[in-house]
């Protein structure tokens, strides 16, 4: 049986999931005009951006099911909180 998320606990892990989407977004952004300097910028090392170039950046289907799980986590907030 899991236990249940509390409502205190999710805000950290929405941003971070928001804010793991939106540096995938600006990577893809990035590998498609060939930008090392903003991956760099973002956080990446030469070895991942190596990775990422190979496989085409990040797929879509990472971040919607990032955005999958911020709306799971927003639903079990709102029954937690009430």
Not at 32 to 54: C, T, W
Not at 58 to 76: D, G, P, V
Request: charge should be positive; hydrophobic fraction near 40%.
């Amino acid at each position: 049986m899991s236990k249940p998320i509390r409502a205190s606990a999710m805000p950290p892990d929405i941003d971070r999931l928001k804010q793991a989407n939106a540096i995938m977004r600006l990577a893809n952004e990035a590998l498609a005009r060939n930008d090392v300097v903003a991956l760099i910028a973002l956080g990446f090392s030469h070895q991942h951006i190596g990775e990422l170039k190979k496989k085409g950046g990040f797929r879509s289907s990472a971040m919607e099911q990032n955005t999958r799980m911020i709306t799971r986590l927003r639903k079990e907030g709102g029954a937690y909180a009430q």
